[in-house]
């Protein structure tokens, strides 16, 4: 038996992986190989600047320095095309100085 808590966390890395392995199995059909490819490019992706020395999240051509923003366990939101979609376009949003924001 599992504490809410414990439940909450093994939840959110399944379907975290899932996720992953959905992405994943999407590159190995559409041959991407670079990451340059428009496909890589489209996911978030975590990086460390040396110049900086910090974490950097990107996506499309959004760069965000990582500022250490944890949140909490949560529900998390299961990943589909238009949720995607929606992400990116907040992303977008942002770096040019815009906002956005979801309901429903």
């Known amino acids: 038996s599992l504490g809410s808590w414990t439940r909450a966390k093994i939840e959110m890395l399944i379907v975290g ?8 199995d999407e590159f190995v059909k559409r041959e991407v190989y670079d990451t340059q490819h428009c496909q890589w490019q489209q996911h978030l992706r975590c990086y460390w600047r040396d110049e900086s020395s910090s974490a950097c999240l990107s996506i499309l051509d959004a760069e965000f320095t990582y500022s250490n923003e944890y949140l909490g366990v949560f529900k998390r939101l299961v990943v589909t095309p238009l949720t995607s979609r ?12 815009l906002g956005g924001a979801l309901t429903g």
């Open 86 to 97: 929606c992400f990116m376009t907040l992303t977008q949003a942002l770096t040019m100085h």
């Open 17 to 24: 992986e899932l996720h992953l392995r959905d992405a994943f």
